[in-house]
């Protein structure tokens, strides 16, 4: 086992219980917890954003408990709160996908759920934030991100991180009954 894989399983593994919160000026990245998840649940089910997160129907309580511990016993998946600051205000999730230790890469995914905090740039400060704790606290390689071609907000945000565009999924999801484009996006940690 490389020294790599080891450090990324055992950091990806604890971290949701001892990482400490990661800040920014406008944005906080802390550990998601139960009490959290009501509140993630009801932006999940927002009839504007069930598509944006590829959901096909509602979320129940039941379901969403179950996802829950699943996530918080994956070591590849690291899942964070966000708080819109300085208000500490909770307003979204973010989290890396996928964690592969062999080739040191991860999907990134997040869900700003309160409207009043879209274009705040508190979505933009938090995936600086996820990047850096990515490359330098897991020691990734790589960080990934699908975005519908339509989501002109998301499309904006990744690009302004640097994530660049590494091409076109035709037809790849089938949305509000019409197959739709998604776009690829990669960012590589820059030594
Ligand atoms: C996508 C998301 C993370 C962006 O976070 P945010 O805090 O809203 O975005 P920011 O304010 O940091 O930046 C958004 C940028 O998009 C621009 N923008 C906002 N609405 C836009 C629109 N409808 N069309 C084009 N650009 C738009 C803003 O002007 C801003 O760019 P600027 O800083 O150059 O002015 C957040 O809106 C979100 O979670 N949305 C719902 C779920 C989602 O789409 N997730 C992504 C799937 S991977």
Redesign the pocket.
Known sequence: MSNNYHRVRIEAGKKRRVQRMLLGKSARLRPFEWSDAEKYRTWVNDSE?IN??DRVRPVTAVEHRRWYERISEDSQIAIFAVDAMPDEKFV?CIWLYGIDPRHRHAEL?????NRE???????????RILIDFAFNKLNLHKVY????AS????L??FR?VGFIREGVLKQERYVNGKFVDVVRFGCVRKV
């Open positions: 954003i944006l997160v979204g995914r997040i869900l700003i759920g905090y879209w274009g705040s740039g508190v979505g933009t400060e938090a995936i991100a699908y975005v519908l989501n002109q907000r998301a904006k945000t302004k």
